[in-house]
């Protein structure tokens, strides 16, 4: 298995209050995902970063930022958290873009109350 | 846009074989395609390159019909493992190394 890990795997947070997701990766892969999964919606793109401090937006980035300062770690911050944007989120890894396979980690459950 | 997966579920006996489609409406350089069971994170199975080059399971096969813009993934001689969510991830040629994923086909895998 990829080594990539998220943090939390759970969270219960209120409208309006900052949220932060970490994904790590042990893998030392130049491109992570930040993926959104809700009913109905497969996974959608929030963000991705082909490397250090280089990032780029996906289709529903709308309220939501993230940095790469280093290799391993990818953040994905929610400004202000609505109830929109309660869903499962994943990250995901890849050594050489659209032409080698994702690795996901395991997903964080977001509820926004 | 989002590419579109048909059928959107589809029932199973073990040992019977299945079809999943997933169309675009732009023109692509790979399909990949992968699983995901309940509670649990997508998990690879294929990718099918422009040109024909396909990387991946020794037991799943797919097509890739370039000009069609079409992907399908054939589910033979079904096995219980075989349940789950199936996603097609697209890549156009502009697309930076990015996926644009189906809505998901739920199999199941009945004894």
């Known amino acids: 298995d990829a080594g990539i890990t998220q943090s939390p795997r759970h969270k219960v947070t209120e409208t309006g209050t900052p949220v932060t997701l970490r994904c790590h990766q042990t893998?030392?892969?130049?491109?992570m995902y930040w993926y959104r999964q809700d009913p109905g919606h497969g996974l959608r793109l929030i963000h991705y970063?082909?490397?250090?401090?280089?990032?780029d937006k996906g289709e529903v980035s709308d309220g939501y930022s993230v940095s790469r300062s280093k290799t391993e770690d990818f953040l994905l911050t929610l400004e202000s958290a609505t109830s929109s944007q309660t869903s499962v989120y994943f990250c995901?890894?890849?050594?050489?873009?659209?032409?080698?396979?994702?690795?996901f980690g395991p997903g964080t459950r977001l509820t926004v109350l | 846009q989002q590419p579109v997966q048909s059928p959107q579920a589809v029932i199973l006996r073990e040992g019977e074989d299945a079809v999943i489609n997933c169309s675009s409406s732009?023109?692509?350089?790979?399909v990949h395609w992968y699983r995901q069971k309940h509670g649990e994170a997508p998990i690879f199975l294929m990718i099918?390159?422009?040109?024909?080059e396909q990387k991946g399971h020794d037991k799943i096969s797919a097509s890739f019909n370039e000009k069609k813009q079409q992907s399908s993934l054939y589910l033979t001689a079904s096995q219980l493992s075989y349940s789950g969510t199936y996603f097609c991830?697209?890549?156009?040629?502009?697309?930076?190394?990015?996926?644009?994923f189906g809505g998901g086909t739920r199999v199941l895998v009945k004894p």
């Open positions: 995901a890894i890849t050594g050489a873009g659209g032409q080698d396979e994702q690795f």
């Open positions: 893998e030392n892969h130049r491109y």
């Open positions: 970063s082909y490397g250090v401090k280089d990032t």
């Open positions: 732009k023109a692509l350089y790979s």
């Open positions: 099918l390159l422009k040109g024909g």
């Open positions: 991830g697209t890549e156009g040629y502009s697309a930076g190394n990015k996926l644009t």
